[in-house]
């Protein structure tokens, strides 16, 4: 079985400053990795992906992360925040054999002028 | 938007009460996965149907059960509320049922159980 860590359930940042939300996953088979963002009232929309390949991935909104398979780690990275990046940041992980999203707790970015 | 849309957006009703929320996939789109969002358990997989058949279970309880039809619509349905089920019910879709393929979610079903 697959699971989803993500320490920070809040993170406060300012404006224009770099961010990184912690992500680490637990599995005994090959994954794939997720990124969603979910602003209030709204669903989830996906950020970015890791399938294979480079282990940098960039994504929407000046977003990328990073997956590093021997710390089973997969944080994301902002080099600089705005206000409207405010929403709950949610990782998540899928066994390649199967379609079924695992998710962690979800980590809530404040960004304050 | 992400071109699934599901109905209603709210509902509130009682204990013991049945409901049924609607999902329609994006267009071409095969795969419908079901969601719940809740408080205690966070974001969690219910089940998945693709082309009209099941494909996948998760922590779904026998309570709940779904079907998509032959226009790939989905409908979950909950019977027997309790207080536990109140939660965002989120419903997504994709091309196939390959897990490279990307989820796209609904804006979900905010169910009330008093």
């Known amino acids: 079985a697959q699971s989803v860590t993500q320490l920070d359930s809040q993170v406060p940042v300012f404006e224009e400053a770099p961010v990184e939300l912690r992500c680490n996953y637990s599995?005994?088979?090959?994954?794939?990795l997720f990124w969603y963002v979910q602003y209030p009232n709204q669903g989830l929309q996906l950020l970015l992906k890791?399938?294979?390949?480079?282990?940098l991935v960039k994504g929407i909104n000046g977003f990328e992360a990073e997956f590093n398979k021997s710390q089973t780690s997969f944080h994301l990275r902002k080099p600089s925040v705005h206000i409207s990046d405010t929403a709950e940041y949610f990782c998540?992980?899928?066994?390649?054999?199967?379609?079924?999203?695992?998710f962690g707790t979800g980590t809530r970015l404040l960004v304050s002028p | 938007d992400s071109g699934v849309t599901q109905t209603p957006k709210h509902l509130i009703t009682a204990t013991g009460q049945r409901v049924t929320l609607r999902c329609s996939p994006r267009?071409?789109?095969?795969?419908v996965y079901w969601y719940q969002q809740s408080l205690d358990q966070g974001l969690q997989f219910l089940i998945q149907?693709?082309?009209?058949?099941?494909?996948a279970k998760g922590n779904i309880l026998e309570r709940f059960s779904a079907q998509q039809f032959p226009d790939l619509h989905s409908e979950l349905n909950l019977s027997s509320l309790e207080l536990g089920d109140s939660a965002l019910y989120f419903c997504?879709?994709?091309?196939?049922?390959?897990?490279?393929?990307?989820?796209?979610f609904g804006p979900g079903t905010r169910l009330t159980v008093l």
């Open positions: 890791y399938l294979s390949g480079s282990t």
């Open positions: 267009s071409g789109d095969l795969s």
């Open positions: 998540a992980v899928m066994n390649t054999g199967f379609q079924k999203l695992v």
């Open positions: 997504a879709s994709s091309v196939v049922a390959g897990g490279r393929d990307t989820q796209y």
């Open positions: 149907y693709y082309n009209g058949e099941e494909r």
């Open positions: 599995s005994s088979v090959s994954v794939y």
